[in-house]
Antibody, heavy 121, light 113 residues
Framework: EVQLVESGGVLVQPGGSLRLSCAAS????????MTWVRQAPGKGLEWVSG????????YYTDSVKGRFTISRDNSESTLYLQMNSLRVEDTAVYYC??????????????WGQGTQVTVSS | DIVMTQSPDSLAVSLGERATINCKSS????????????LAWYQQKPGQPPKLLIY???TRESGVPDRFSGSGSGTDFTLTISTLQAEDVAVYYC?????????FGPGTRVDIK
């Protein structure tokens, strides 16, 4: 059974940094693209970033480009999201999610339970 | 970026009746190379992560009840719940995975009338 467990979400001040982790199990991690999706309080889903399973190509939504960095450690089956220059509007539940193939151009078929990131002074 | 819109924002349907949700993309998500629409539908219940229902616009995910169906092509898509059950109360999202960023629609809330 595929399991995705996020960690690292905390309360941080504007301008601060944070690294989220997602530990994956029950799958051949290196074979799949992985994604971060966030959901602000009471709002809809926002695709944030993805990384392919093959060459590790990263993709970002415009609002996080230059501030967030997605990476993966296939030997540890772990996905990361380094978040710098955090803004109040980055406050959200961050979901780790698995794509159905090694390409980011594929549906999301498994989701973690999410980790809460709160940016506030 | 491809902008996804959904209508209605919310709807209330009687148990056993049909619910229909529309999704529109600002650009076609139909690939000419494989003739597939890069469009998925997800269901999110309160306090839970989303769940995949439909992919390639009309292919039902394994284990999803057959009362859920998807249709459409190009820029216009529909999710239909043929006979609404109490457990279908949720927010439904469409997503395009044709071009990054892989944007979601704003969601449609489905309740029982």
């Amino acid at each position: 059974e595929v399991q995705l467990v996020e960690s690292g979400g905390v309360l941080v001040q504007p301008g601060g940094s944070l690294r989220l982790s997602c530990a994956a199990s029950g799958l051949t991690f290196s074979s799949y693209a992985m994604t971060w999706v966030r959901q602000a309080p009471g709002k809809g889903l926002e695709w944030v970033s993805g990384i392919s399973g093959g060459d590790g190509s990263p993709y970002y939504t415009d609002s996080v480009k230059g501030r967030f960095t997605i990476s993966r450690d296939n030997s540890e089956s772990t996905l990361y999201l380094q978040m710098n220059s955090l803004r109040v509007e980055d406050t959200a539940v961050y979901y780790c999610a698995k794509a159905s193939s090694s390409s980011c151009y594929s549906r999301i078929d498994y989701w973690g339970q999410g980790t809460q990131v709160t940016v506030s002074s | 970026d491809i902008v996804m819109t959904q209508s209605p924002d919310s709807l209330a349907v009687s148990l056993g009746e049909r619910a229909t949700i529309n999704c529109k993309s600002s650009q076609s998500v139909l690939s000419s190379s494989n003739n597939k629409n890069y469009l998925a539908w997800y269901q999110q219940k309160p306090g839970q992560p989303p769940k995949l229902l439909i992919y390639w616009a009309s292919t039902r995910e394994s284990g999803v009840p057959d009362r859920f169906s998807g249709s459409g092509s190009g820029t216009d898509f529909t999710l239909t719940i043929s006979t609404l059950q109490a457990e279908d109360v949720a927010v439904y999202y469409c997503q395009q995975y044709y071009r990054p960023p892989f944007t979601f629609g704003p969601g449609t809330r489905v309740d029982i009338k």
